[in-house]
């Protein structure tokens, strides 16, 4: 089965360009998690979906940041304009959303090291 | 505001020794601690999860302690290997549903052939 996918690996871009990062859930998981780690700090939640439908934005920084996850399969993050301080590896995780269970490990990407210069 | 300390210094011991990391933290309730596994370039792996009520759980070389009086978890790799060198990340739970871990900076490990 393949883990959890994400595009691209690394991005360079300028102080006010646009970057869309994409991510592939693990097939047939529900639920879908966005993280940033800043350097030198610990990785932070961002927002969590279920299906199409954000569940939780509470750690969206500010509204230079879109998430969309249309269809609710893959999903987009998209940093415009983006500033230094949004630098970091983003995470992606995605898990399962079995009635059974009380919790549903959550698998993570390899993430996407972005550098906003 | 709630805080998650792991020692920033990395650990280093010799292959066959048990590795010992440290998790405290302070203002915080979790319902759940969990300990994951971080190599560079990728990303964290969950190792283990264990509950407010346990105080103890194992999976294979792993133990994991949690003492909420103290506010703090231990996590042991015991008969270590240079292939568990990584950086060892623990993140606390609440209660209520969500399941969104905060998680501390980690701790890296370098077990020494």
């Known amino acids: 089965e393949a883990g959890v996918t994400q595009f691209p690996s690394h991005s360079v871009i300028e102080k006010g360009q646009t970057v869309t990062l994409r991510c592939d859930p693990i097939?047939?998981?529900?639920?879908l998690y966005w993280y940033r780690r800043v350097m030198g700090k610990e990785i932070k939640f961002l927002l969590h979906?279920?299906?199409?439908?954000?569940?939780?934005e509470s750690g969206m920084p500010n509204n230079r940041f879109l998430a969309e996850r249309t269809g609710g399969t893959y999903s987009t993050l998209k940093v415009q304009p983006a500033e230094l301080e949004d630098s970091g590896v983003y995470f992606c995780?995605?898990?399962?959303?079995?009635?059974?269970?009380?919790?549903?490990?959550?698998?993570f990407g390899p993430g996407t090291r972005l550098t906003v210069l | 505001s709630q805080k998650i300390e792991q020692n920033s210094e990395a650990l280093n011991i010799q292959e066959g020794k048990t590795a010992t990391l440290t998790c405290n933290y302070t203002?915080?309730?979790?319902?759940?601690l969990q300990w994951y596994r971080q190599d560079p370039g990728r990303g964290p792996v969950f190792l283990l999860l264990?509950?407010?009520?346990?105080k103890e759980k194992r999976k294979e070389r792993l133990k994991v302690t949690f003492d909420t009086t103290l506010k703090q978890s231990l996590f042991h790799i015991t008969a270590s290997q240079p292939a568990d060198s990584a950086t060892y990340l623990c993140?606390?739970?609440?209660?209520?549903?969500?399941?969104?871990?905060?998680f501390g900076r980690g701790t890296s490990l370098i077990v020494h052939p």
């Open positions: 979906f279920v299906k199409e439908s954000k569940q939780d």
């Open positions: 995780a995605s898990s399962s959303n079995r009635r059974l269970a009380f919790y549903n490990e959550q698998f």
């Open positions: 993140a606390l739970l609440a209660s209520g549903g969500s399941y969104i871990p905060t």
């Open positions: 203002n915080y309730s979790p319902a759940y």
């Open positions: 264990i509950r407010e009520n346990e």
């Open positions: 097939s047939g998981h529900d639920n």
